[in-house]
């Protein structure tokens, strides 16, 4: 094996460390030599604007297709749910790793009677704003940001009912506290609970390094909920949710497509043959259009554009 060392590009955050050291000691288990390089990104810096201002798509990423593209780094992990639908020219998928928990959780301080009456609940999230609204009509939700641990600290700091948070998120950093409950009924961000590792296209060694760390299932899952994005969104952030799952040698997979108010909701649910996973996330998104997705999409980048 030739004695190249992979740098892996990451964020500086707990979680995003974490994720880098997974993917190094899978790495490493397998007889590479890494290191780890970790950069800042816009996302983590500006936190007074919510995230669609910044123009959400690849926040996150960008400083890291930068890094790559400048042979700073040469691979780069990801929660793949913050990474764009379209990555950069050069830039290629090269593994999703197997899948952690997909749930939305609600993290509260003890008491749910709000879930009765009048609450507020704090999330950064276009879609969980609005399935919490289409649940919730009643209760208030407010702009939460930063990063997985900045956000655990504001919720304790306010007067809040509570905050939505990704189960794995919590999880893979010890942080998920006894008071949550698992938000069931919430359809998770597309490729939820799933890491991405990126590469450059032209870079042979990395990209067959990383391909065994590849779980497929997850591959398939993650490419369906994802083409499903990509489909209805065409380059705006809305509130969509996807989630595709093997169950034999069917696959059954849940979208849906909310105004940002949450009042209005359309929603596909599939399960089709195995086989036919390719087109399905496309097909899926066609459906919603069709069925009064294309007016909904156009009013929700009217009211982002406000």
Known sequence: MAEKIIRIGTRDSELALWQAHTVEKKLNDLGYKTEIIAVKSQGDIILDKPLYELGITGIFTKTLDIAMINGQVDIAVHSMKDVPTALPIGIVQA????????????????????????????????????????????????????????????????EWSGAVFAAAGLERINLKPSNYINLDWMIPAPAQGAMVIVAMANDDFCRDAVSELNDIETEVCTHIERQ????????????????????????????????????????????????????????????????????????????LKK
């Open 95 to 158: 593994a999703v790793l197997e899948r952690a928990n997909t749930l939305d959780i609600l993290v509260h301080k003890g008491n749910l009677d709000f879930l009765n009456g009048e609450g507020t609940i704090a999330t950064g999230s276009l879609r969980r704003q609005a399935q919490w609204l289409n649940k919730y009509p009643a209760h208030k939700v407010v702009d939460l940001r930063g990063n997985v641990n900045t956000r655990m600290q504001k919720l304790k700091d306010s």
């Open 228 to 303: 499903f994005l990509k489909t209805l969104e065409g380059g705006c952030t809305a509130p969509i949710g996807a989630l595709a799952v093997f169950e034999e040698d069917e696959i059954i997979f849940d979208g849906v497509l909310f105004s940002l108010d949450g009042k209005e909701k359309i929603e596909v649910n599939k399960r089709v043959p195995l086989q036919d996973w390719k087109k399905l996330g496309f097909f899926s998104a066609k459906e919603i259009l069709d069925n009064g997705g294309i007016s909904l999409m156009e009013n929700i980048r009217k009211d």
